[in-house]
């Protein structure tokens, strides 16, 4: 047994890769890897690409999660009938503080406040002295909407794919069927199994263990498609922990994103998948009556990926929108 | 994995008065003995093991499953050793230590961990019963990992196949019990788990029912 201890230590020492070093398990970040679009503001590094005019009209986007990342909204750039929306609007792509191939930082940098002031930076920047269109996939819906609420006069209107729930009170109503917790469910056995060999200790390996996490049949509700998975570059463990235990109170779901929506007066255009049986039409219906001037486009034959795997069906309603409100 | 409702182990474990370490004196005579425990620890999981007893100490060898797989891509082999580092009267200070593999494969890839496992388990070890703080940590000390093509097709392309140092480690604190029967032992087992670094583990804690066998 001592020499098998000696070649497990010696093999410890020499095995040359580092888990905990970015670019072995997951890919480096902005700040790591000045080859990757970014832009610095607010005291950290973002992952950050523009496509169209920078004149033009500013549509940012806002990605899922929390902790997410925008790869898997990238195909909104496709044409629809010959005509991308960056043909027309300046569309910003980023990842969010502490998400995707965003500089990571610690828990106490991760807040709503943080957030606020992110989208506020880049409305100010990209959308100067008028506001902007926000469009936001699951998470990036919420976090619209909280934006909307405490800052009307910097938003136009609102494009909201399929939003999570916008008050602890709705999440509390389908939260047993976002996430299967099958004891024997293949996917919670094989992140925990891993976890036993793969700690979530530092960034890389809990960005990487929440991804694996993502990718199992973990919210089987939502129908995501296994034969045209969403991509995503990075998960953001740390971001995604901050953000959920702040809408915490006690150990339950206390936020309310929804404050003066109602007198939120350019209309928003929700979106939900057809196929999504927890947060899906039915679900959108009732957060729809947050906002005083909403209207639905349900995307056939889609789950709550259909940015992925709908986005011509995703973007059309959008351009008809963006008409209607004279963006 | 392959998902499968129950294993020949979860089997076992109800059919068969076995269980894990044992935490009561063992009858005279006895050499050796088998344990089959069940539980939570980690994933679902089912344990069997063989121990051979020599004078205060014992070799063992453990082999963990977990319930939901049959495919032998997840399980864990431990094989070491445990002896009473300090005793007075029924009072005992047990001290083990055991070289690990554990393998898995999902996903995004496949591994195989070596590691070492090392507890101490300080408590009362009566005829009839007996109760054990257990305090274990396990450590990874090199992981070889082959990412999935799924891996590299969703996420990320450019990740690195190849051994990896120190990968992980598990610590547990908890408390064992058990109530002997003759050459029967039933144990309860149950505590907190946190990685190495302090951060919370799925799921933070642990629990195990198992019994044993010494002849």
Redesign the interface.
Known sequence: ?PK??AA??A???T?????AEE?????RTAEEDPSIPQLSFNGATFHLETFGDPAAPAIIVLHGGPGGDYRSLLRLRDPVDGVRLEDRYLMVFWDQRGTGLSQRLPEGEITYDTYDRDLTFLIDHFSPGRPAVLLGHSWGGMYASRYISNHPERIAGAVLMESGPLTGALFDEVKSGIFHFD????W???????????????HA??DFLR??GS??DSQPGYHLSTSD??????MGAVAAAALVKEGMVDGKPAWDFTRGLDRFAPPVLFEASEQNTVIGVDFQKKQMGFYAHATLEVIAGAGHDFPWTQPARTVAPVLSYLDSIGF | MKTSSISLFAALAIALPLAAQEVTNLPDGTRQSLTVDLGLQSALVTRAAYARHIGPGLLYARFTLPVEDLDLHDFALEAGGQIPALASGNWRLHVSFAPVLRMTRNDFFDAAALGVRAALMPGYQGDRWGLMLELGYEKMLATHLSHSSLYRSVAYSGAKDGWYSSTGGTLQAGLRGGWRMGRVEVTLAAGVLASEGLNAVAPPFYGTLGTSYAF
């Open positions: 047994m098998l201890l497990l230590v093999l410890s020492f095995a040359c890769l580092d888990p670019g072995n398990l997951v890919p004891p024997l469910s293949e919670l056995n094989d992140y925990v199994w891993a976890e036993s060999i793969i700690s979530p200790d530092g390996r809990a991804g694996l990718v199992g998975r969403e991509p995503f570059w990075r």
